[in-house]
């Protein structure tokens, strides 16, 4: 191997290829140097997709890629290339479907052998070195691999031709048009609660993971119908999750899933695209049914970005932070011994953390049954009356214990932070934030939105071309942006928008939707690809994909298609329109067999039902019914509501986009009043906070999906 190849990785934007430079592997990154050295050298491609914060690709990577002898029959047999999921999503999705047709899973790290075009005939997920668990030694799988391409090379053919046909077949959702009928949300919701688990809260048994768009469809469901299963279901799940391993008890944010059904051993690595709709979940919860606990866990989330997954002084949000400090330990920066609790905490401290956590000697820690993984055993409460203390001081040790564990926890190694700037998980956070500003109202959500505002402004100096869009990843090296940066970065512009009435952000917005349905629409099907059409080749695996699930990050044509109907609310222009509805038939027919995992499918179809809302709150900042009104606008939940706030100084300015602006023609920003406007037409104004919720309640009814 020369020098040459083992730094091939060395100078990569991605974390996780850098990581492998040092490594015997003669790795190339994804591009056509590779291919043309396969198809030069008439060798199969072996193709790993990971992620830095990925536990079983670290392990992978120790066992077999740092091993001199497999590396050196990797190189004599295999052309490696090296994927970074996060930097190519596109490539990542269509290997998964590959893979998971071949061996029925899918995940990380992502095993792939390709022909030298980029085609794949075989793979799986994770090779032990040794045969184990049922699954082959890697080397043996190596060998068999390189055998069958050198020897039956028309087997080889004839399954990677059948697995591309298999994708494009899967991606294009051929036949999967239907008629759209707004009614297909409340038969995802009844699908999603099939699956509730009401003991535990969550869909299904374990691993549980949170998929919060279904949260928020039944959340908004709820709103329309006042269905107690829904809030039951949405109540149950959330407090669960805010009580158990899976939410980080002492520094808050949320690990990615938890590999039980009661959310208490997690996969410990922490996802920004996880944090940034685990929020929004709890905010919109402790609107539709307040409680301590929700916005208490929706200022947990907020505090451990602030600090940990933010550059709080140039705007962004980072990608995520990795499971484990070393290849060594399995999540022991997140978990406790009994005696590294005592050896923080005083006795009585202790004697309340241990009940309260239940912190034991034997924890939940395979790896080390000593190591503790921290959940909510019992309520403050219990914990008083087994000590014979007071409530509130039990809660006032929990609070001081928990601080002066996390100073403890903080001195030990901690895992890698993943600092790149993602457009679409950025853009996610971005919403997410915006609404915490509005939600919390304190010094808190002031630095949230001011954060926000950072990021958008980033985005747009650093992220934006004219001609192509949003890249993918802020950086030195442009990596072009995917139908999910588009939509995302659409919609936290016009929530930037809503925020503000900066003009500014709505006239990008509109700038990035109509790149989108240029570049990314099918004028011919309907719906969205997630690359451009004229995107650079992809290789052998170059389907055209129309995203419609959630993967876990919202689905990218139901994201489109949300972006489309507020634009369309705000400007009255017929194309925006056309094209949501276009891409909602595209997927009708099947989409309902998806239930639980296109829950952003299921809001694109409420929001497109009854159109968004706007409420115009006007009247001078210092006028205490103005701020009465804003108040009680912001506290109602509903999908696609905006709360728009028009000073003199912002009327004055023209502040507001040109259809709803001639909805109101008369709009007297000195009067302090609310007008509920929707559908292209607006109710007469309100001054009285009381009744302008009895209003938001009667829009919000059931009849909000029986129209189209």
Not at 300 to 306: M, T
Request: proline letters at 6%.
């Amino acid at each position: 191997m020369t020098p040459e190849a083992s730094n091939r990785l060395a100078n990569s934007a991605s974390p996780y290829l850098r990581s492998a430079a040092h490594q015997p592997v003669a790795w190339h990154e994804w591009g056509e140097e590779a291919f043309a050295r396969a198809r030069a050298e008439d060798k199969p491609i072996l193709l790993d997709i990971g992620a830095v914060w990925c536990h079983w690709c670290h392990v992978i990577d120790r066992e077999s890629y740092d091993d001199p002898q497999l590396a050196a029959l990797i190189n004599s047999l295999f052309i490696p290339v090296k994927v970074d999921r996060d930097e190519r999503p596109d490539v990542d999705a269509r290997y998964q479907v590959a893979v998971s047709a071949v061996s029925g899973q899918g995940g990380w790290p992502l095993t792939g052998f390709l022909l030298p075009d980029g085609r794949p005939f075989y793979g799986g997920t994770y090779f032990p070195p040794e045969d184990a668990m049922g699954r082959p030694s890697f080397r043996r799988v190596l060998e068999n691999i390189a055998e069958a391409y050198r020897t039956r090379r028309a087997e080889v053919e004839q399954a990677a031709g059948a697995l591309v046909g298999a994708v494009a077949q899967a991606e294009l959702f051929a036949g999967a048009s239907g008629a759209w009928d707004p009614r297909l949300a409340d038969v995802q919701v009844e699908a999603i609660l099939q699956r509730f688990d009401p003991r535990y809260g969550g869909f299904g048994h374990g691993p549980k993971f949170p998929h919060s768009a279904a949260l928020d469809l039944i959340l908004e469901r709820y709103q329309a119908t006042r269905d107690p299963r829904l809030l039951q279901a949405a109540q149950i799940t959330l407090e669960k999750m805010a009580h158990g391993g899976v939410y980080d008890q002492i520094a808050g944010g949320f690990h990615r899933y938890s590999v039980d059904e009661r959310w208490l051993v997690p996969h410990f690595e922490k996802m920004s695209y996880d944090n940034s709709e685990l929020l929004k979940n709890y905010l919109h919860a402790n609107l539709v049914a307040p409680d301590p606990l929700f916005r208490e866990t929706a200022e947990g989330i907020v505090d451990w970005v602030n600090r940990v997954l933010s550059d709080r002084e140039r705007g962004g949000f980072y990608a995520s932070q990795d499971a484990d400090a070393s290849l060594e330990d399995d999540g022991d920066y997140f978990t406790w011994t009994v005696d590294e609790v005592r050896a923080v905490l005083s006795p009585e401290e202790s004697r309340v953390i241990e009940l309260y956590y239940d912190v034991g000697p034997i924890g939940e820690m395979h790896h080390n049954p000593a190591k503790n993984v921290l959940w909510v055993a019992r309520e403050p409460e219990a914990v008083a009356t087994a000590l014979g203390l007071q409530p509130d001081g039990v809660r006032r040790i929990i609070r001081d214990a928990r601080a002066r564990l996390l100073a403890a926890r903080e001195k030990r190694p901690t895992p890698f932070v993943d600092t790149s700037l993602y457009t679409s998980w950025n853009a996610m956070f971005v919403s997410a934030y915006l609404e915490a500003a509005a939600a919390l109202g304190n010094d808190r959500g002031r630095e949230c939105r001011s954060l926000a505002l950072r990021t958008l402004d980033r985005f747009l100096a650093e992220g934006w071309d004219d001609r192509r869009g949003f890249t993918h990843r802020l950086g030195p090296a442009r990596l072009d942006g995917t139908l999910d940066d588009q939509a995302s970065m659409a919609a936290a512009l016009l929530d930037g928008f809503e925020a503000t009435l900066d003009l500014r952000y709505f006239a990008a917005a509109e700038r990035a939707a109509r790149l989108f349905i240029e570049k990314y629409g099918d004028p011919d099907g309907g719906g969205f690809f997630d690359r451009a059409g004229d995107a650079a080749p992809l290789g052998g695996l170059d389907v055209r994909r129309k995203p419609m699930q959630d993967s876990p990050t919202p689905g990218g044509n139901p994201m489109a298609v949300m972006v489309l109907d507020r634009l369309f609310a705000y400007t009255g222009e017929k194309i925006y329109r056309d094209q949501a509805q276009k891409a909602l038939a595209v997927f009708a027919g099947v989409v309902t067999q998806y239930g639980l995992f296109a829950g952003t499918y299921g809001l694109a179809t409420v929001l497109h039902a009854r159109h968004p809302l706007q409420i115009v709150v006007t009247g001078a900042p210092e006028r205490e019914v103005a701020r009465r009104l804003d108040r009680a606008a912001r506290s109602f939940y509903r999908l696609g509501k905006a709360v728009l706030r028009v000073t003199p100084e912002l009327a004055s300015r023209n502040a507001l986009p040109p259809a709803l602006r001639e909805t109101l023609p008369h709009l007297n920003a000195e009067a302090a009043q609310a007008f509920v406007c929707a559908g292209g037409t607006c109710y007469p104004p309100l001054d009285d906070p009381e009744k302008l919720l009895e209003l938001l309640d009667k829009i919000g009814s059931e009849t909000s999906t029986t129209t189209r």
